[in-house]
């Protein structure tokens, strides 16, 4: 079974989210959107889109999308069957959050590492 397969998103706080959005933005030409964040599209060699993006956005500090985890970061890495993922890091002792979301954006588990990072694990819908 094939565990990661890939980078879905990095996600951080920042404690003055709209000027370091506005930073990124201006020096280093991230199309950053109203949301806070973009969305990559991925390319094969010719720079031709193929099925895929990542996803990288800039939330407030205040947040607490990353809890239990104290950390100011978050990468979401692609999984190709989250479920049997989830099943395999269980038995091996991981500290995995017993809420699995099922929408239209694709399934989504998390998991919490040694250092205590919340790490989130998503498989993508069918054709993405």
Known sequence: MKRVTGIGGIFFKAKDAPALQAWYK???????????????????????????????????????????????????????????????????????????DDSEYGKFAWVIDPEGNKVELWQPPAGQ
């Open 26 to 100: 201006r020096h280093l030409g991230i199309d950053v959107q109203e949301w806070g964040g973009t969305a990559f599209t991925w390319t094969d060699g010719e720079g031709k889109p193929v099925a895929g993006t990542t996803i990288w956005s800039i939330g407030s500090a205040q947040g607490d999308q990353f809890a239990p985890s104290a950390a100011t970061f978050m990468v979401n890495y692609r999984v190709e069957d989250l479920h049997a993922l989830v099943k395999v890091l269980r038995e091996e002792g991981c500290n995995v959050l017993e809420k699995i």
